[in-house]
């Protein structure tokens, strides 16, 4: 009895002290909630609720227990902090589910909220489940901020909000979704730009047919919704600035994918292709032609009437301006939010009059774009 009593001692001595390492957790002091797929622990660390395991008994929707071999405070008291955020997150996010009327699979990130309802999709050669796929959407729109936070040198503290993104199967909840939490609703994609930043889509088969298209959709659209809401929150594109509103969305599926094929306007279901998608090449061909679409009509238009021509245009001068200086290209953003034309932006930022910029945008793409 007693010679057990002191094994045990011996036993948590031996896994206090720092120099031996505990064989159940090596010593990082929780292991992976056993109640849930064995890969999902480490990606449960990327969000602050998941509703897939925010009810289970074990982990408390945390994803990870105490490992009960060793002791170690910090990641007991780290464990506390994630119960906590998952029961305050839930509390917060329960409206989805009371508009929606029954229980949706959503997550809650550092900066977004995403309700994700396909149940299996294949991604790359492999069929993932919904709880995989929710956590990559999570992931995937995360590097989607962090890079437009570096690229354009915006701050944390510019958004007071953070991004709604809900993926649907079933064309009824879109139009529920949209109409509760954008304020209308479409057939399409749904956004609520400025504040309270939302997007609504149907994710279904018919409206993507693989997990890339949705994937570049997704990102095209909250690329526009990241822009609307930093430091003004406003949607420029319903002024005459569609092309920057538009050209930077269409940025972020270049930069990802060298790929534009994601339209905003009405017609954005018809599966309307402009060269083929690859827009450097299409833009050099404009530009050696003398065909790209004069500057002075691509800085009339709002996001709904630029045309295709004028969207690769658009694309292509938000290219050039954040290749340049992307700082001067944001603070062109937040004049263009506050409806001050284009030609007296660029003049109050570059300097420069429209022409000049043309010029300027033309040797940018005949020196840097690919001749095929
Ligand atoms: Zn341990
Ligand atoms: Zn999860
Ligand atoms: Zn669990
Ligand atoms: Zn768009």
């Given at each position: 009895m007693i010679a057990a009593a002191l094994l045990a001692l011996a036993a948590l001595h031996a896994a206090q002290d720092p120099a031996v390492v505990c064989k159940k957790c090596t010593s990082v002091g929780r292991l992976p909630c056993a109640e849930h797929e064995k890969d999902m622990a480490a990606r449960e660390d990327g969000v602050l609720f998941c509703s897939v395991i925010a009810d289970c008994q074990a982990c408390g929707g945390a994803g990870w227990v105490d490992c009960a071999s060793c002791d170690n405070a910090d990641a007991q008291a780290k464990l506390q902090l994630k119960r906590a955020s998952v029961e305050s997150r839930r509390a917060a996010l329960s409206y989805i589910d009371k508009d929606m009327d029954r229980a949706i699979r959503k997550c809650e990130t550092e900066h977004y909220v995403i309700g994700w309802e396909l149940d299996r999709l294949k991604v790359g050669k492999k069929f993932l489940e919904a709880h995989e796929l929710l956590h990559l959407q999570a992931e995937r729109m995360e590097t989607l901020y962090k890079d437009f936070r570096r690229d354009l040198r915006?701050?944390?503290?510019?958004?007071?909000e953070k991004f709604r993104v809900f993926v649907w199967t079933f064309p009824d909840d879109h139009r529920r979704a949209s109409g509760a939490f954008c304020g209308a609703t479409a057939p399409g994609g749904m956004k609520k730009m400025g504040t309270q930043p939302t997007y609504s889509v149907c994710g279904s088969r018919q409206n993507f047919n693989s997990d890339e298209l949705l994937h570049r959709n997704l990102v095209h659209n909250v690329a526009h919704l990241i822009l609307s809401a930093h430091i003004h929150p406003e949607w420029m594109g319903r002024y005459k600035a569609g092309w920057l509103d538009e050209g930077l969305a269409h940025w972020y599926e270049d930069k990802y994918w060298d790929v534009c094929d994601t339209?905003?306007?009405?017609?954005?279901?018809?599966?309307v292709d402009f060269k083929g998608g690859r827009w450097r090449l299409a833009v050099r061909q404009m530009v050696e032609k003398g065909e790209s679409p004069a500057a002075a009509g691509v800085f009339e238009q709002t996001s709904d009437s630029l045309s295709l021509a004028q969207n690769a245009a658009a694309f292509s001068y938000v290219d050039y301006l954040i290749y340049h200086d992307p700082e001067k290209f944001m603070r062109l953003s937040l004049q263009l939010k506050k409806k001050i034309p284009t030609r007296d932006a660029l003049k109050e930022i570059y300097g420069y009059g429209v022409m000049e910029f043309e010029g300027l945008w033309k040797s940018h793409v005949l020196a840097t774009y690919p001749k095929r």
């Open positions: 915006v701050k944390d503290e510019d958004f007071k339209y905003c306007y009405q017609e954005q279901n018809t599966n």
